[in-house]
């Protein structure tokens, strides 16, 4: 019974970043919480907080935009829907149920080692075809201007870190505490795809953002370390960043083949 709220939550970020239809998001938001409360006590605060979380991003649109207002009121955004469910769990709740464990203990496997450093080369060959084939890439402004280019570049990073931060370290974690590996795996990717669907990632991005999230996932729950996953998010987010410039400005950067 547990996995009908939880399904209901990540169905209605479905709704409100990827459609969006708001009369139909929010009530299964709300639905999923109160179904919570009565299933059990336990998982509807988890819910909660994940709830909490996604609600504050749905209040702005995230569509890709590098003008000073947007890069404010974007960034804003994303802190809070981190922090707000982070301060509920530590000052309401009273409780750690979750963390951002930097680094884990244990030694990393010779196929973790080799993945950080295939990333890139998947990224390479895929994205700009992506991009560009696709005509994703206009989904993202055309930008020449050096200011712009920094708070791009700036822009892409710290929203790859912020995908680790709230649905692998928030959302993954807290759905953890209630259900095996693949489910809470399947549920916090539900949300993820959703969000990247709305920033930008189209057309038939899913088809590699959809394994993107569920392993990175996957990996955090073998390697316990935010460090790991967010260093592997980074090195494919330097591509998108690359990739999508070079789509717009086909003599800059001609590395790429397509």
Known sequence: ????????????????????????????LVGALVT?????????????????GVGIVSWTSVEADVGWPSFIRIGATLVLAVSVPLLIDRFVFKRKAYGFPWRSRE????????YLFAVPFLGWALLPFY????????????????????RFFIGVNAVGTWDELFFVCTCFALLRRHFPVWQANVLQATIFVSFLWELGYREWAPLFTIPFALLQGYLFSKT???GYVLIVHLLFDAIVFLAIV???????WPIFVY
Do not use: C, Q
């Not at 019974?1 to 998001?25: D, E, G, N, Q, R």
């Not at 919570?36 to 909490?52: E, H, M, S, T």
């Open 107 to 114: 030694k990393k496997t010779r196929g973790e080692i080799a």
């Open 1 to 28: 019974m547990k996995l009908v709220p939880a399904a209901m939550l990540s169905i209605s970020a479905f709704f409100l970043f990827a459609l969006p239809i708001w009369y139909i998001a929010y009530p299964l």
């Open 131 to 150: 991009f560009i084939r696709s005509g994703a890439y206009l989904n993202w402004p055309n930008i020449t201007d050096t200011s712009e280019l920094v």
């Open 246 to 252: 070079h789509a717009h400005n086909r003599d800059w």
């Open 224 to 226: 316990r370390s935010l």
């Open 36 to 52: 919570a409360f009565v299933v059990d006590r336990g998982l509807a605060k988890d819910l909660f907080l994940i709830g909490v």
